[in-house]
């Protein structure tokens, strides 16, 4: 998982475009989410508004002492000012994360931590990574200058919006510099399992060039690739010509947004883009050989992945052996399910065991007899949006079959302990350690509560259950404690003659193995030998280490010129399979015994003298007051303003106006409002949503203008006019489902409508006949239902999986001379996958629509190549059959940095469409192909686009197609 910069990036570059071209807007831009029904707090600070929820007070305290802490640094390096800022924590939401987003503009975070090998544990925890780095998101995009200026007058989170040209690496890469900057060792770019990603593709057949440093990758690997591209970029620029070039750039952006980031960079820099790609990639070319020479000189080992056959894109996690010839691992590919898979040395062939996510530290355990797995996921919560709790499940590897152990305990990294389970469980900002006795989580204990460092790994070794090693994060000193659990209690007294410890007194001393300005992760027992298998971060990589606990000799096993880590023994010790970082991938290998280093650490290296750091308890400089979070009226005043234009006659004639909106910082409620005014009339459209409980409520209440058809004659025209009041009840089921989507999706609405039709002379206001308002009070349904949707990293479509959706209305009155509307429209979808491993995959639908008049737009969903004006249908119900097959062409994957369109991929698509009337009478096929393509503009927006042909067989012809194939 990646920090994300702002979520609602699209949004405004779609707004942007209203400034240059004015159309009709019909959707709200700020968007409403349901929460969890918990008490709100709020603290207030010289900058920032702490926004958080119950029991999550000491949380917030710490979060805002970070923020005031690194503000003045920060702001000094970036520019910009916040003031009252709004910083929002939650901690119901297990898969971590954290954003800044210009729209409605604030900070979210998940308070539980980001798992794996994700962040740097040398610059603390959770919130000591997390706080400086969006701190740099929030000063970058409060900016300001130039004609943007005018913009926050009235629309503010419009002129923070020009930020989102600038290309998701400079933004991204800053912060990743700023965050690398704070604590010596600490971020990022001084983080192994990160850089290392940067370092193997240097070293790729296609490494990257500068565009591709600054765009987010797709379809290709790593997919942080804006975050490693371009932290390296940031970092080399500052190195060579200093902060302030790249200070004042984007200050000048917020100038001149539309001359393009690039352009900017060289007025600042007075280097151009050419000469800065140039230095960059022969500056990091050089870097590279010099640190792999240094590397050759120590005495590399090198290590070959094994090869994964057509499966492409390896993203491989945790090997464990399950025989002496067999190797389960966790996988992901580009084109091929992500689950547990198992590897066969003998016939060196790779087979999916288990099609399933996984919660992201990527922790379970086998038991003795090696059938039956423990692993943890996320379950989404049936309605509120982003909320995933983390859950233990087994699997069994000899019949397939699942359970799941517990619920809602916010557990995960779960280990056999004989009949307990120990896990790891989201405690705040931190995890604790627990267990669940003889696996039942009705009897969970926890074992210790390390707030505020926090338990990063717990193994049991395989034949002795009082014999645990432990890997824990205390102030940013992350390290390995081997414990005998019947020698620790939280009650410090003499039992059996044994002198007990605290969890506590053992955790602030000296751990048997850590490494000063490096960490430990991935602990394993040898199965018969007193040895400790284990990764350690040295010197920024990433190694295999072997721990002889009884002589307290730590031996150096790999000298990977890239990352070497997670490794695990065979059930005899005799082998070891691990991960190796190989170009842009993350590969199984396996070394024997002849190839270990076996190089002997000087006990300086693996267990310094760190009391200084484990000791220390730093007190907050500021405790600050609390009080209730109040959602106020401030909530009201417009955030967003832009012009639009409504058709308004059948000639053409326009309204033009206003749209406004805004949200308040909790997201529960949101409104737009559109003025228009034309020919002297005024219209407006107002709709606002509520999502303080369940299920949300939209409200709806417009007088718009629409063109009603062909004029009557040259020296008239019509006007259209329509009222609408209406209510909705939207709501969303979220199903628990391992690898996929599943949900509901319910919509009950109640609409009132009106319409009329004015007669004016042509280009006057003046009205020479009007029509009485028809009216109608229409009931509305809107149901779909998705089961198991699934689709690869490369696919352009779905693979399995099929969705249902229906819509049913019913006019409860009318006032015109037609019968009262009765419609119902419904279909299926549903998708399969003949060739996987190519990525191509099959849309087929079946859609009918039943109507006692028209009523329905038929031309909305009937392909654009048939002749839509011909076909002159005979009845107002409809039959339609469709089908869409996507072949993937080329990744390529490049692009332009001055000129800033990336072209990510390629794909062909073949369709066909067959429509009739009632059930399919008198059918008309329609059967066509072409070619698209996803490019990203200016850097972070992707569009979709393609040029294909379609014709009916047996006549003669073809139509071109732009859009709907």
Request: net charge neutral.
């Amino acid at each position: 998982m990646n920090l994300v910069y702002p979520s609602t990036i699209l949004k405004s570059i779609i707004i942007l475009l209203f400034l240059a071209i004015t159309s009709p807007v019909k959707a709200q831009f700020y968007d409403t989410v349901h929460r969890p029904q918990v008490s709100w707090h709020e603290i207030n600070t010289r900058h920032f508004r702490i926004i958080y929820h119950e029991g999550f007070h000491e949380t917030a305290q710490r979060a805002a002492q970070l923020l005031e802490d690194d503000y003045e640094n920060i702001q000094s390096l970036i520019g910009g000012n916040l003031r009252n800022f709004p910083v929002i924590i939650n901690g119901y939401n297990d898969q971590s994360n954290g954003y800044v987003t210009s729209f409605n503009f604030r900070m979210e975070v998940e308070a539980p931590p980001i798992g794996g090998k994700i962040l740097n544990a040398r610059t603390g925890g959770h919130l000591e990574n997390l706080m400086s780095h969006e701190l740099v998101h929030a000063l970058q995009f409060s900016v300001r200058g130039g004609y943007t200026n005018l913009l926050y007058i009235f629309s503010p989170d419009l002129g923070r919006s020009v930020h989102a040209f600038v290309p998701g690496g400079i933004i991204e890469g800053y912060a990743v510099y700023q965050e690398s900057q704070l604590t010596e060792g600490g971020g990022r770019g001084n983080f192994a399992p990160f850089m290392h990603q940067y370092y193997g593709n240097l070293n790729s057949r296609r490494p990257w060039s500068l565009a591709s440093h600054m765009t987010p990758a797709s379809y290709t690997r790593p997919g942080g690739r804006h975050y490693i591209g371009g932290y390296a970029f940031t970092n080399w620029f500052i190195q060579t010509y200093g902060e302030e070039p790249l200070k004042r750039s984007i200050r000048s952006h917020t100038i001149f947004p539309f001359l393009g980031y690039p352009t900017n960079l060289w007025y600042t820099s007075k280097i151009t883009p050419w000469q800065m790609s140039r230095e960059f990639q022969d500056a990091m070319r050089e870097n590279e050989d010099q640190r792999l020479e240094a590397h050759r000189l120590r005495g590399a080992t090198e290590h070959q992945p094994i090869a994964t056959g057509r499966l492409r894109g390896p993203d491989v996690h945790q090997p464990r052996w399950i025989s002496e010839t067999e190797i389960l691992y966790y996988g992901r590919y580009y084109n091929h399910r992500t689950g547990f898979w198992v590897y066969d040395t003998e016939n060196d062939e790779h087979r999916l065991l288990f099609n399933t996510f996984m919660h992201e530290s990527i922790g379970y355990d086998l038991d003795e007899s090696r059938e039956n797995l423990l692993y943890a996921r996320y379950s989404t919560h049936p309605y509120n949006e982003n909320q995933y709790i983390a859950d233990i499940h087994r699997f069994n590897l000899r019949d397939g079959s699942t359970e799941r152990i517990t619920e809602g305990l916010r557990a995960h990294a779960p280990v056999h302990a004989g009949r307990d389970i120990y896990a790891l469980q989201t405690d705040r900002h931190t995890y604790r350690w627990i267990k669940l006795k003889n696996g039942d989580e009705s009897r969970t204990e926890i074992i210790h509560e390390s707030f505020p460092g926090s338990i990063v790994q717990v193994a049991v070794h395989p034949r002795n259950e009082n014999l645990v090693a432990v890997i824990a994060n205390i102030n940013g000193v992350q390290g390995l404690w081997l414990l005998r659990m019947d020698h620790i209690s939280e009650l410090q007294h003499s039992r059996d003659g044994i002198i007990r410890q605290s969890f506590d007194e053992v955790f602030t001393q000296t751990p048997d193995i850590a490494f000063e300005g490096g960490a430990v992760y991935d602990a394993h027992w040898h199965p018969t030998q007193p040895r400790l298998l284990l990764s350690g971060e040295h010197q920024q990589t990433l190694n295999l280490y072997e721990y002889h606990y009884t002589t307290d000799r730590l031996l150096q096993l790999t000298h990977s010129p890239y990352n070497a880590m997670e490794a695990s023994y065979t059930p005899s010790g005799e082998r070891i399979a691990m991960v190796i970082q190989h170009q842009n991938y993350r590969r199984l290998a396996t070394l024997d015994p002849a190839q270990y280093l076996n190089h002997e650490v000087p006990r300086n290296i693996w267990q310094p003298n760190l009391q200084h750091l484990l000791s220390a308890t730093p007190q907050p400089d500021t405790l600050y007051t609390s009080q209730p979070y109040r959602t106020g009226r401030a909530w009201l005043k417009p955030r967003a303003v832009f012009p639009t234009t409504r058709i308004m006659s059948a000639r053409g004639f326009n309204s033009y106006g206003l749209i406004i909106g805004s949200a308040d910082v909790l997201r529960r409620n949101s409104y737009s409002l559109e003025f228009t005014h034309g020919r002297g009339d005024t219209f407006y459209d107002l709709n606002y949503t509520y999502a303080g409980r369940y299920p949300k409520i939209e409200l709806r209440s417009a007088l718009r203008p629409y063109s009603p058809g062909a004029p009557i004659n040259e020296s008239t025209d019509l006007y259209g006019q329509e009222r609408i009041q209406s209510l909705a009840l939207p709501m969303s089921w979220y199903l628990d489902d391992r690898a996929g989507t599943s949900g509901f999706f319910f919509q009950p609405e109640i609409q009132f409508n009106e319409s009329r039709i004015l007669l004016r002379p042509t280009g006057s206001s003046a009205v020479l006949a009007s029509s009485d308002w028809n009216s109608a009070l229409r009931a509305r349904v809107q149901a779909s239902y998705a089961h198991k949707l699934r689709q690869n990293m490369r696919d352009a479509q779905p693979n399995s999986g099929f969705r249902l959706y229906a819509q049913s209305d019913y006019d409860l009155y009318t006032s015109s001379d037609l019968s009262p509307f009765s419609g119902f429209r419904a279909g299926i979808q549903t998708w399969v996958a003949p060739l996987m491993l190519q990525n191509q995959s099959l849309r087929l639908e079946l859609g009918i629509i039943r109507q006692n008049r028209f009523g329905y737009n038929l031309f909305s969903i009937v392909h654009e190549g048939f002749d839509i004006a011909g076909i002159g249908f005979s009845s107002q119900n409809l039959s339609l059959f469709s089908a869409r097959y996507t072949i993937p062409l080329l990744h390529p994957d490049r692009g332009g940095y001055f000129i800033p369109v990336y072209l990510d991929r390629v794909y062909a698509v073949l369709f066909t469409e067959t429509i009739g009337s009632n059930f399919f009478d008198d059918p008309q096929t329609l059967v066509g192909g072409g070619l698209r393509a996803q490019i990203r503009f200016i850097f972070n927006f992707p569009i979709d686009l393609g040029i294909g042909f379609a014709t009916i067989p047996g006549t003669s012809g073809t139509n071109g197609v732009l859009t709907n194939f």
